[in-house]
């Protein structure tokens, strides 16, 4: 299972520590490198690929598990001919409409509080040492179910890295 307890937008916040994203939203640069296959000029691509980043540890091992950090490290990162943008703004514009839209909320009626509702399972099929889906290990390849238990649905949302191009 994906946890997904996220329910206010403070869990970006941490994003405005020193020498990762400006007060305006731009990204600080870095010396390009190749990190897993990706371009990487920025230091919030750093901080999402390497340990080696000293931003690495701006969110811990429990954070990075949440469905809304996976959502926004696969929207920063994108796909093999993705176009990056130095600004944060759009990132977090996508990630926290995605997640909206992907979970569902309730008001408990005793506490009065929001509770997230939605169950989020990141599937793939294995036969012995082969993926057969969602496809390749690359961890731009997902598939996430999001049962919404309310109205009995189920939400997939998937990607495939590196298929379609080309």
Same mark, same amino acid.
């Given at each position: 299972?994906? !946890? ?25 640069? @870095? ?7 990706? +371009? ?5 691509? &750093?901080? *999402? ?6 931003? %690495? ?6 954070? &990075?598990?949440?469905?809304?950090? *996976? +959502? ?8 093999? !001919?993705?176009? #990056?943008?130095?600004?944060?703004? &759009? #990132?977090?514009?996508?990630? $926290? ?5 992907? =979970? ?14 939605? $169950?989020?399972? $990141? !599937? ?6 082969? @993926? %057969? ?9 997902? @598939?996430? +179910? =999001?049962?919404?238990? !309310?109205? &009995? ?7 495939? #890295?590196?298929?379609?191009? %080309?």
């Amino acid at each position: 299972a994906v !946890v997904s307890t996220q329910s206010t937008g403070d869990f970006f916040a941490k994003l405005t520590a020193p020498g990762l994203v400006r007060e305006s939203g731009a990204l600080y640069k @870095c010396f390009d490198e190749d990190i897993d296959g990706f +371009l990487v000029a920025d230091e919030l691509h &750093r901080m *999402l690929l390497t340990e080696e980043s000293e931003h %690495w540890e701006v969110y811990n091992e429990e954070e &990075r598990q949440e469905l809304l950090f *996976l +959502l926004f490290k696969h929207l920063v990162l994108g796909g093999p !001919v993705c176009q #990056y943008d130095d600004k944060i703004d &759009r #990132y977090l514009e996508i990630a $926290k409409g995605l997640y909206k839209e992907l =979970i569902t909320v309730q008001k408990n009626s005793e506490t009065k509080k929001i509770e997230l509702i939605s $169950k989020v399972l $990141k !599937v793939s099929a294995w036969d012995g040492d082969i @993926c %057969w889906f969602p496809g390749d290990e690359h961890h731009q390849t997902f @598939c996430y +179910l =999001i049962l919404n238990p !309310v109205n &009995r649905i189920v939400t997939v949302f998937s990607h495939d #890295y590196g298929k379609g191009c %080309w």
